[in-house]
């Protein structure tokens, strides 16, 4: 038998043959196994679908006795992407935290490992559009990067031979940088809340971050856990007499409120 | 009469005990047979570094899903491939064992042992790709009638991802070399 030396995955292929008796011809591979009756002498044509998946083929002829002939099918061209970027949300301003790492497969869903340039290409609002390329390694590609200073969708798109794929990573804001306070008493209680809690670049903190007001009455001490909603978080604080309220977030503390009793 | 009785008894004990002998010493062949050696080295993956836990539950589904794998194309059943393999190779592995259910061919992966290399390591730790270095007694039949017997070293390329509770192999790719 001969076997070509060498096949791209989804290509018909014949494998030539000695001899002139009548025989059973099989060819087993990482995704099937054929069994047929050939006359020997003649090319065994083997179609196209018979050999996508990429790997090693053993032929085998049957005849009085067996012989046996291997040969490798490799990947065809990539035509498709998979492409696993982390986090899906990452806080603004943070060295590293985005990765991204695209597999090269073909359309047989075979590891396209043969070396190929990939294109990053990542876009935000805002911002100049950054590209980079990188070589892929045993079919895989990948980098890291820092997160840009602005909050809102980062785009990341890799693309090679005119297959793109694309992912989006929501970027948001870091912890709060500055808290402030101000209250004022009501009838029953008093009245707090914060002034627009920004991160250090500037980027509103997202709805639902917690900020935690603390009041001390001498050695009475209550807290109150509230959300930051449209930027400003809110709270009733219970007391009559003088009290010192702080707020915090995170491992942000604010500045202390000193209010006179009723 | 007593002494023929006595005879017999021990003749018949002395069955059991070479027929228990004999299943125990099939028992541990097969065991050596289908139970597969595999290393793995770490040394070389990145970016991320292998944690050794990490690195110890890659051999023990690997290995796993080689047992596995051997059981699916021995008694062409699919039902030994679901767990340890996903995506690609779980859809390749059942196209193989059906395929032999059709041609009636079967296939004996026998005293196999794998040397392993991560080569890469996901940041995030979602994949890792590995160099398989198997050397495996590779036996096909036709019925009952074996029509191909080799020794075989074969380099595979693995990908594999971490599920819940294992690493789940996904492609399972043999390449000339690496």
């Given at each position: 038998?001969?076997?070509?030396s060498?096949?791209?995955?989804g290509?018909s292929?014949?494998?030539g043959?000695t001899?002139?008796?009548?025989?059973?011809?099989?060819?087993?591979?990482?995704?099937?196994?054929i069994?047929?009756?050939?006359?020997?002498?003649?090319?065994?044509?083997?179609?196209?679908?018979?050999?996508?998946?990429a790997g090693?083929?053993?032929?085998?002829?049957?005849?009085?006795?067996c012989t046996?002939?291997?040969?490798?099918?490799?990947?065809?061209?990539p035509?498709?992407?998979?492409?696993?970027v982390?986090p899906?949300?990452?806080?603004?301003?943070q060295?590293?935290?985005?990765?991204?790492?695209?597999?090269?497969f073909?359309?047989?869903?075979?590891?396209?490992?043969?070396?190929a340039?990939?294109?990053?290409?990542?876009?935000?609002?805002g911002?100049?559009?950054?590209?980079?390329?990188?070589?892929?390694?045993?079919?895989?590609?990948?980098f890291?990067?820092?997160?840009?200073?602005?909050?809102?969708?980062?785009q990341?798109?890799?693309?090679?031979?005119?297959?793109?794929?694309r992912?989006v990573?929501?970027?948001?804001?870091?912890d709060?940088c500055?808290?402030?306070?101000?209250?004022q008493?009501?009838?029953?209680?008093?009245?707090?809340?914060?002034?627009?809690?920004?991160?250090c670049a500037?980027?509103?903190?997202?709805?639902g971050t917690?900020?935690?007001?603390?009041?001390?009455?001498?050695?009475q001490?209550?807290?109150?856990?509230?959300?930051?909603?449209k930027d400003?978080a809110?709270?009733?604080?219970?007391?009559?007499?003088p009290?010192?309220?702080?707020a915090?977030?995170?491992?942000?503390?604010?500045n202390?409120?000193?209010?006179?009793?009723? | 009469?007593?002494?023929?009785?006595?005879?017999?008894?021990?003749?018949?004990?002395?069955?059991?005990?070479?027929a228990a002998?004999?299943?125990?010493?099939?028992?541990?062949?097969?065991?050596?047979?289908s139970?597969p050696?595999?290393?793995?080295?770490?040394?070389?993956?990145?970016?991320?570094?292998?944690?050794?836990?990490?690195?110890?539950?890659?051999?023990?589904?690997?290995?796993?899903?080689?047992?596995?794998l051997?059981?699916?194309?021995?008694?062409?059943?699919?039902?030994?491939?679901?767990?340890?393999?996903?995506?690609?190779?779980?859809?390749?592995?059942?196209?193989?064992?059906?395929?032999?259910?059709?041609?009636?061919?079967?296939?004996?992966?026998l005293?196999?042992?794998?040397?392993?290399?991560?080569?890469?390591?996901?940041?995030e730790?979602?994949?890792?790709?590995l160099?398989?270095?198997?050397?495996?007694?590779?036996?096909i039949?036709?019925?009952?009638?074996?029509?191909?017997n080799?020794?075989?070293t074969?380099?595979?390329?693995?990908l594999m991802?971490?599920?819940?509770?294992?690493?789940?192999?996904?492609q399972?790719?043999?390449?000339p070399?690496?």
């Open positions: 038998m001969r076997p070509p060498s096949v791209i995955a290509n292929i014949s494998i043959t001899g002139s008796a009548a025989a059973t011809f099989y060819l087993i591979g990482p995704a099937s196994s069994k047929r009756s050939v006359d020997l002498g003649k090319d065994i044509p083997i179609v196209a679908n018979n050999i996508q998946s090693n083929y053993v032929a085998i002829v049957c005849a009085s006795s046996s002939s291997e040969f490798f099918v490799s990947a065809a061209q035509s498709s992407l998979t492409l696993l982390h899906s949300r990452a806080p603004v301003a060295k590293d935290v985005i990765s991204a790492v695209a597999l090269n073909d359309e047989f869903h075979n590891l396209a490992m043969t070396p340039g990939v294109d990053f290409h990542l876009s935000a609002q911002v100049p559009p950054i590209s980079r390329a990188v070589e892929s390694k045993g079919g895989i590609s990948w890291r990067m820092s997160s840009g200073k602005s909050a809102g969708p980062l990341v798109v890799a693309s090679i031979d005119g297959v793109s794929t992912r990573v929501e970027e948001v804001a870091s709060p500055n808290l402030r306070i101000k209250g008493r009501t009838a029953k209680s008093i009245s707090v809340e914060t002034d627009p809690i920004r991160d500037g980027n509103p903190v997202p709805d917690v900020v935690t007001f603390t009041a001390r009455d001498g050695d001490v209550s807290t109150v856990d509230a959300p930051v909603k400003v809110r709270a009733e604080i219970d007391a009559k007499g009290v010192t309220i702080s915090a977030s995170g491992v942000v503390m604010g202390e409120l000193r209010m006179s009793g009723q | 009469m007593i002494n023929n009785r006595h005879y017999r008894r021990i003749k018949r004990s002395f069955q059991v005990a070479i002998a004999l299943f125990s010493f099939v028992a541990t062949i097969h065991a050596a047979d139970v050696q595999v290393t793995l080295d770490v040394a070389k993956a990145g970016p991320r570094a292998v944690e050794s836990l990490t690195a110890r539950s890659v051999v023990r589904d690997y290995k796993l899903a080689w047992m596995n051997s059981h699916a194309l021995e008694s062409n059943s699919t039902v030994p491939l679901s767990g340890l393999f996903d995506g690609t190779a779980k859809a390749w592995l059942s196209s193989a064992v059906d395929d032999q259910q059709r041609t009636g061919l079967t296939r004996r992966y005293n196999q042992s794998h040397r392993l290399e991560a080569v890469f390591y996901a940041p730790g979602d994949v890792m790709e160099h398989d270095t198997a050397e495996y007694d590779l036996q039949s036709d019925g009952s009638k074996t029509i191909h080799e020794h075989a074969v380099h595979y390329v693995v991802t971490p599920g819940a509770d294992r690493w789940v192999v996904r399972l790719q043999a390449v070399n690496f």
